[in-house]
Structure formats: structure tokens, C-alpha cells
């Protein structure tokens, strides 16, 4: 059973970092992508990152370019999401979710292509 389970989420100052993880279970194929989206309060969600996890490569959105990094770890059972110099607008759920995609073409990156929603992990950036 395909399982992603967040966690990490914390209340942290402006300027502040924080690393999220995602433990993954039940994959079976190669060709999926990880990607963490989140929700602010009152807000639709956004993606926020996206790892290949075939080649390993990324994808960002400009509003958290040069501040958040993706990786996972050798087995990649569990994903990370480093934030750095978060500020109040970083504020929301972050949801760990998976795409399976074409080999030939690649993952979607968007959210209507995501196959499965972890159930999220709260992050407050507050003083």
C-alpha cells in the first residue's frame, strides 16, 4: 500500500530554517516524482518543489527558488525539504505528494498530475 507520511512541520522565527521529511512506502515503480506542495491559511495550495526520483532532478517555483532544496537519501525512502530563510508568506501545510509519469515524457509537475496526498505537516513562521 502506497504510503506518505510528512513530518517536521514547527513554528519557527522569520529568517529561520527547517527541514521537512517525507517517508515513502509501497512504491513499485521507477518513474515517479516527489513533490511537496503547500497551503496557506485562506489560500489555494501551490507547489513549492518537485523531485525526479528516476534522475534525481529538481524543480522550483520562483518563490522559493535559491531558499528550499529537495533531495532524498541512498534507499530514497524518505525525501527532504530544507527551507532556509523562511518568512510569514512560507506559512502553511506542506503536503508530500507523488506523480507516476511516462518515461518518455517525464513528470507533469502540476497538481492536477498528482496521483497521492500525504496529509501534511503544518509549518508557522511567526515572531
Known amino acids: 500500500q502506497l504510503q506518505l507520511v510528512e513530518s517536521g512541520g514547527d513554528l519557527v522565527q522569520p529568517g529561520g530554517s527547517l527541514r521537512l521529511s517525507c517517508a515513502l512506502s509501497?512504491?513499485?515503480?521507477?518513474?515517479?516524482?516527489i513533490g511537496w506542495f503547500r497551503q496557506a491559511p485562506e489560500k489555494g495550495r501551490e507547489g513549492a518543489s518537485c523531485l525526479n526520483m528516476n534522475d534525481l532532478t529538481t524543480d522550483y517555483p520562483d518563490t522559493v527558488k535559491d531558499r528550499f532544496i529537495v533531495s532524498t537519501e541512498g534507499a530514497k525512502r524518505t525525501v527532504y525539504l530544507q527551507m532556509s530563510n523562511l518568512q510569514p508568506g512560507d506559512t502553511g501545510i506542506y503536503y508530500c505528494?507523488?506523480?507516476?509519469?511516462?518515461?518518455?515524457?517525464?513528470?507533469?509537475?502540476?497538481?492536477?498530475?498528482?496521483?497521492?496526498w500525504g496529509r501534511g505537516t503544518l509549518v508557522s513562521v511567526s515572531t
Open positions: 505528494t507523488t506523480e507516476f509519469f511516462d518515461p518518455d515524457f517525464g513528470p507533469a509537475y502540476q497538481m492536477g498530475s498528482v496521483n497521492f
Open positions: 509501497g512504491f513499485t515503480s521507477d518513474h515517479y516524482a
